[in-house]
Structure formats: structure tokens, C-alpha cells
């Protein structure tokens, strides 16, 4: 399994951002992905998820309402849109994916990607 997240960078708080998540070395559409992250000094958080069809997403109550998850199985990657940032998202975001297909449990978790939010 192979996890693959891009799309981080340095953002102004309100500015938007698309995270993307290439995955391979298993088969994708059978899985349920998620995104977490993690600020210096802080636990792993959740971020949010989705189920292997899609039709099914979660979230973590921080980002409710700001981001969106979302998949396409045929290219075998999870995006998570990222809008009216804050200094507080500031974290590494990762992706993670789960064999169960479900949008809360995961077994596997890929390199991660920096966000950086300035005020």
C-alpha cells in the first residue's frame, strides 16, 4: 500500500486549498479513505473520511462545514478541499485508508503533506 498526499503549502487564513492523494498497491475502490492531521505538540486528529463508493462522508467537528471529501476510484485518489482556513488548521495532513470501506477505520497511513495557515 502506497498513500501519496500533495497539494500543501503556505495559505492565507480564508484561502482555499485542494489536498490530493494518489494511492496504489491495493485496490482502491474496495476501501474507505480518510484524511487526518497533526500540529507540532498535538495528537493525530481526524479529519474525515469516506466510504469505498463515496456516497458516504464524515467529518471531524473542526472542519465541519469548511472542507469537503471526495474520490474518484478510477484514478485511485482522495481529495480534500480545504476552504476558509485557519491559523488553527495548521498541521501535516495525511491520508489513510481502510480496509473495512468505512469513513472511520483505517489500517494504513502515507507520507504526509504540510499546511501552513498565516493570519
Known amino acids: 500500500v502506497q498513500l501519496q498526499a500533495s497539494g500543501g503549502g503556505l495559505v492565507q487564513a480564508g484561502d482555499s486549498l485542494r489536498l490530493s492523494c494518489a494511492a496504489s498497491?491495493?485496490?482502491?475502490?474496495?476501501?474507505?479513505m480518510g484524511w487526518f492531521r497533526q500540529a507540532p505538540g498535538k495528537e493525530r486528529e481526524f479529519v474525515a473520511g469516506?466510504?469505498?463508493?463515496?456516497?458516504?462522508?464524515s467529518y471531524g467537528d473542526s472542519v465541519q462545514g469548511r472542507f469537503i471529501i471526495s474520490r474518484d476510484n478510477p484514478k485511485s485518489t482522495v481529495y480534500l478541499q480545504m476552504n476558509s482556513l485557519k491559523p488553527e488548521d495548521t498541521a501535516v495532513y495525511y491520508c489513510?485508508?481502510?480496509?473495512?470501506?468505512?469513513?472511520?477505520?483505517?489500517?494504513?497511513w502515507g507520507r504526509g503533506t504540510q499546511v501552513t495557515v498565516s493570519s
Open positions: 489513510a485508508a481502510g480496509q473495512n470501506g468505512n469513513s472511520r477505520e483505517f489500517n494504513y
Open positions: 498497491g491495493f485496490t482502491f475502490s474496495y476501501y474507505g
Open positions: 469516506i466510504i469505498w463508493s463515496g456516497g458516504r462522508t
